[in-house]
């Protein structure tokens, strides 16, 4: 062999070792690289599940924080239908007083009753609602009968029987109402 030789199968020789140390090394590799992949996605998904319990806690604390606000803005609502009916009973009273010189002081009296108790009502959002003359709408009005009238548009509030009730918006107690329905049409071809 020549001098040339023996260097060029020496470096073939440390070639072949140094990839056998390579591919050692890639085979060492190969589990602490899985381990790592596992670790990742354990970590990934432990990530989602803390994001998922903070989405959870804020839902949480919104629906407590609406049901707080529900809870202070309805809270009269039982004590306001019982005092609907006092105020019922003044009107009337009212109606049913004769305008006299004898009942004169009786009436101012219910009146300012009335009008006190109506305003303290509205000071915790209780409004009246007193449709008459405006179209009829089922979610504030109950209809008790309709009555044909050519002068008014068809589902037009003619009289209120019974004046409704909102609280902040929310129906307490439906208007009662006579509602118009267009004229009777007569058929000249019969």
């Given amino acids: 062999?020549?001098?040339?030789?023996?260097?060029?199968?020496?470096i073939l020789e440390e070639t072949a070792e140094q990839e056998?140390?390579?591919?050692?090394?890639?085979?060492?590799?190969?589990?602490?690289?899985?381990?790592?992949?596992?670790?990742?996605?354990e970590a990934a998904e432990a990530k989602d599940q803390v994001l998922r319990v903070q989405a959870e806690m804020q839902n949480v604390?919104?629906?407590?924080?609406?049901?707080?606000?529900?809870?202070h803005k309805f809270a009269v609502e039982k004590f306001a239908n019982e005092m609907l009916t006092v105020v019922d009973n003044l009107e009337r009273g009212l109606a049913a007083a004769p305008e006299e010189e004898a009942t004169k002081a009786i009436r101012e009296g219910m009146e300012m009753t009335l009008s006190g108790l109506i305003s303290?009502?509205?000071?915790?959002?209780?409004?009246?609602?007193?449709?008459?003359?405006?179209?009829?709408?089922?979610?504030?009005?109950?209809?008790m009968t309709m009555?044909?009238?050519?002068?008014?548009a068809p589902n037009t509030v003619m009289a209120v029987m019974q004046k409704g009730y909102t609280l902040n918006g929310r129906l307490l107690r439906p208007a009662m109402v006579m509602v118009s329905k267009g004229a009777a049409q007569i058929d000249e071809n019969a």
């Fill in 120 to 143: 303290s009502l509205e000071r915790f959002k209780v409004e009246q609602v007193n449709p008459e003359g405006e179209p009829f709408n089922p979610e504030l009005h109950q209809a």
């Fill in 1 to 10: 062999m020549s001098e040339e030789q023996k260097p060029q199968e020496e």
């Fill in 61 to 71: 604390r919104r629906r407590a924080e609406q049901d707080v606000e529900k809870a």
């Fill in 147 to 152: 009555v044909e009238n050519a002068e008014l």
């Fill in 20 to 41: 056998a140390v390579d591919d050692a090394q890639v085979e060492a590799e190969s589990p602490a690289a899985d381990e790592l992949e596992a670790a990742r996605a």
